[in-house]
């Protein structure tokens, strides 16, 4: 038996209904992560969530550099698109969805706390310079395989996904536990495409409770 653990990214107010950076029907992957919990609670699963954190100064926002959200431009020498203001530390819009189950989940993760660089990954920051806490915490649990799933899919749940499988890690992702920003319509498409092609496992809630 491989020790398993639902990672659920980003499920956040302001990549929700009403958030800064509101990702079209982002609340739906709320109903989808708790029922996830519920079955890994009752097998025993660990679950831990991800929680995009920056301070109020983030060169990732359109505002540090007077350009309009949603443009490109460089960050510490990477490509970067340049959001509106959100997931402020302690901000309303960082905390997690209220209707979450909140009591099931075992850890959190912050990523993005460095001003100076964007951190998509739950694992890394978007020039892998610096490692957040997740791997050694399940390294330490001797977790082998994820399940994914979250917010945004064509942003954090892609780059954490790649970078899960670079580690090693077995990965599922639920795919309609996710939704995308798609600056670009086809950008969740490609992304999954993307995914499965690293070697992630694409499932849907009602796939996943049928033949697991
Ligand atoms: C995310 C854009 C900026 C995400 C975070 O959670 O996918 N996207 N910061
Ligand atoms: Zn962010």
Redesign the pocket.
Known sequence: MTQRALLL??IQND?CAGGA?AVAEGDSTVDVANAMMAWCGARGDAVVASL?WHPADHG?FASQHSVPPFSQGKLDGLEQ?F?PD??VQNSAGAELHPLLRQQAIDAVFHK?ENPLI?S?SAFFDNGHRQKTALDGWLRQHGITELIVLG??T????KFTVLDALQLGYQVNVITDGCRG?NLDPQDSPQAFMAMAAAGATLYTLADWQETQ
Request: glycine share 4%; proline share 0%; net charge negative.
């Open positions: 990214v980003d990549f950076l995009d990732s698109t959001w959100h997931c993005g964007d998509y917010l945004a064509d942003y954090c749940v920003v």
